[in-house]
């Protein structure tokens, strides 16, 4: 049985999703249906008897199939941050059909010749930016997903894309089943040793809900996390470690290193088939960096910078753990408990000192207080929109003036539906039709500590970056103010989405803003300007390390994909052989971080994973510019909001960077703020 309800707009308030009245059951009926829809709408525009034109052809193939996005964006959220086994069965079913129909329209011989007879003529069509950037997007979209090639090519292209749909479902799923599958019990009370009260209470009563005597531990942040900081006793440690660095690499049922093989042996073969040298050549062509060339002399560039920095670090971590602990030989379980014990040394600055100033609540209140001051934004919670979960909070966010502007939901605790890390997704894009411009609704989904029976939610300095960070990509969503839906909000270059949330992260580090909402959970003392100087200065602790931390992983991402994979047979080996260059500490042959590394086989960072270095050249460079003139320097709020947070992907990035700027990033400004230089 379909549901007509959720085939037309809906009649909710907002045209938010109906959460209350979907079941599981209706998802495949549903997207089935919507398909069937979307694949009419394709024939209309297929067997318009008129003239190709910008409008009955590109516009046309912009807006279709509205109700099968917005129905597979609400089944793909929730696959992410509440799912279950029915879910994702329903997944495997349905993202091969996605991938058919996806494939149904690029493939469509009529169709790009339509597509390509109103590219022909551009010269004379008398376009605006925007739309000259939709004509060139939607011809790629043809060109580089098949359209050119011959029948037998084009055959053997459905087949790599619905395979490689399955592929990454599937490498997905059995993390997710990893993550969940670990639990430890501790039932003897000396060795929560070093753990902060917070922690403890929370194992507690995890280990309650689940009629176990002791405390638990899992493999979600806010329990691994303070663990792997905290705790003294070291075997423990090394086994929670090895535990997470394992995932999907213990040659059972649920091991990824198949997946990994057939994942990136696949993509190179489609790219091949599509005339690219490799499937990195083939991502970048669309990217600001545009080859894999740039990114590799980029990440060398950066790598000869902080190596010499991550080395020197490396060894006084090692002096000060052998001092402290007589440790022989820092293994990968001891590197968060010595830093963080080392750094509280440095700079007397304990994360469980700073969090009583960091209650979820008003963290929030700060985020909404910020984009207030910066983009005259008012954030209102509301509760008369469904909620696909009790936790969710939802809000109707208007402008000074009263305009609607979006509809946001905030999804902060970890559950067993819900994948580990912190991301933004979108229910419904912005775009203008018929005169009107229909607003989005933004989500951002993270995984926090949860209030236990004594206390609210205190986050760790890192999760108010990370809040701050995922409202960054929020606000990119809501202030999007285009006309077509395919480059709206975040619908831009993969290497450039990262720069507004990168850059909302500079406001945790600041006095000014600190004081908006750092207040003491119990006193409600404005956090003591003493902890907000020591926050600033151990900004750039370890930044070194950080700095080839992160660049490893771009790099093992280039090595998958910037090559032929076919000689590859054994995932281990050749991952190890890759981080010969960057590795510290030393290896441990239990680990693997290609087997659960999501964001390159399951998300959509393949061939990308460097953009999180590339972003933060550009948001240091923007961030110095909000310096210059003032961290809530309206004009320079207002040109950043007109020119990057509204404008979406309605033109090259590097052309609105510059529009806001003035000029084309720095390096440097990375480089001072990181203390390389």
């Known amino acids: 049985m379909i549901k007509k309800t959720l085939l037309t707009p809906f009649k909710t308030k907002y045209n938010t999703p109906p959460f209350r009245i979907i079941e599981t059951s209706d998802y495949l009926p549903t997207i089935t249906e919507a398909i069937k829809m979307a694949k009419n709408e394709i024939d209309t525009i297929v067997n318009n008897p008129d ?46 059909l996605l991938s058919e129909f996806s494939n149904d329209i690029t493939l469509n011989e009529d169709l790009f010749k339509r597509v390509k007879a109103v590219y022909e003529s551009k010269s004379e069509l008398n376009l605006t930016e925007e739309q000259s950037t939709l004509l060139d997007k939607k011809y790629k979209g043809f060109s580089r997903n098949g359209a050119n090639l011959p029948e037998g090519k084009k055959v053997k292209l459905r087949e790599i894309d619905k395979k490689l749909s399955q592929l990454s479902l599937k490498f997905g799923e059995n993390v997710l089943a990893e993550t969940n599958k670990f639990e430890m019990l501790i039932s003897d009370e000396s060795d929560l040793s070093g753990l902060p009260e ?73 790219a091949n088939l599509l005339g690219y040298q490799t499937h990195a050549h083939f991502v970048l062509e669309e990217r600001m960096a545009e080859t894999p060339e740039t990114v590799l002399n980029f990440s060398n560039e950066l790598l000869e910078k902080a190596k010499p920095a991550a080395e020197r670090e490396f ?142 939610s205190l986050l760790t300095f890192n999760e108010v970056t990370t809040l701050f960070h995922e409202f960054g990509h929020a606000l990119h969503g809501m202030l999007a103010n285009t006309t ?10 993969w290497d450039f989405v990262e720069l507004p949330s990168q850059v909302m992260e500079n406001w945790c580090f600041e006095k000014e803003a600190l004081e908006l909402f750092a207040t003491h959970y119990e006193t409600g003392e404005v956090i003591p300007m003493e902890l907000v100087k020591k926050i600033k200065e151990s900004a750039t602790f370890h930044e070194g390390m950080q700095t080839l931390r992160q660049l490893s992983f ?111 990033p720095k390096p440097e400004a990375l480089l001072r703020r990181a203390g390389l230089i």
């Open 315 to 456: 060894k006084n971590l090692e002096n000060f753990a052998k001092d402290l602990d007589n440790i022989d030989r820092l293994e990968k379980w001891d590197g968060p408990y010595y830093s963080e014990k080392l750094k509280q040394k440095l700079y007397s600055l304990d994360d469980e000192k700073l969090k009583p100033y960091f209650k979820l609540e008003n963290v929030i209140d700060g985020a909404f207080t910020i984009a207030n001051k910066l983009f005259d934004l008012k954030f209102e919670e509301i509760d008369t929109i469904d909620k696909y979960h009790d936790d969710v909070l939802t809000y109707k966010v208007t402008n000074t003036k009263g305009d609607f502007i979006s509809v946001f939901y905030a999804d902060f605790f970890p559950r067993p539906g819900k994948r580990n890390g912190a991301w933004m997704t979108s229910y419904k894009p912005q775009y203008i039709l018929n005169g009107e411009n229909s607003r989005p609704h933004v989500s951002i989904v993270c995984n926090f500590t949860k209030p236990t029976k004594t206390k609210p």
């Open 198 to 270: 917070g922690t403890i209470e929370a194992a507690k009563q995890l280990a309650e809900s689940k009629d176990k005597e002791g405390w638990l531990f899992t493999l979600d942040y806010p329990s691994y996390i303070p663990f792997v900081t905290y705790a003294d006793n070291r075997e423990l440690r090394k086994k929670i470690t090895l535990a997470a660095g394992s995932k999907a690499f213990k040659n059972d049922e649920l091991d990824n290193k198949d997946n990994v093989l057939q994942i990136t042996k696949l993509r190179h073969e489609r």
């Open 554 to 664: 771009g790099l093992l991402d280039m090595s998958w994909h910037g090559q032929d994979p076919i000689q590859i047979t054994d995932v281990k080996a050749f991952e190890t052989e890759i981080f010969k260059n960057t590795s510290l500490y030393p290896e441990t042959k239990e680990t693997c971080m290609s087997t659960a590394f999501s964001h390159i086989f399951q998300g959509g960072y393949s061939s990308g994973y460097y953009s999180y270095k590339w972003a933060e050249v550009l948001d240091a460079d923007a961030f110095e510019y909000f310096k210059e003139e003032g961290i809530f320097n309206k004009t320079v709020a207002t040109k950043f909001k007109d020119n990057v947070l509204s404008r979406g992907g309605t033109e090259n990035p590097m052309t609105l960077y510059k529009r806001f700027r003035g000029q084309e």
């Open 484 to 493: 077509y839906p395919s480059i709206s909000g975040t619908s831009v270059f």
């Open 51 to 96: 003239q190709p034109t910008f409008e009955n052809t590109i516009v046309a193939l912009d807006f279709s199939g509205e109700q099968l996005d917005r129905i597979s964006s609400i089944f793909f959220n929730l696959n992410s941050a509440e799912t279950n086994e029915d879910i994702q069965k329903i997944a495997q079913e349905v993202s091969p």
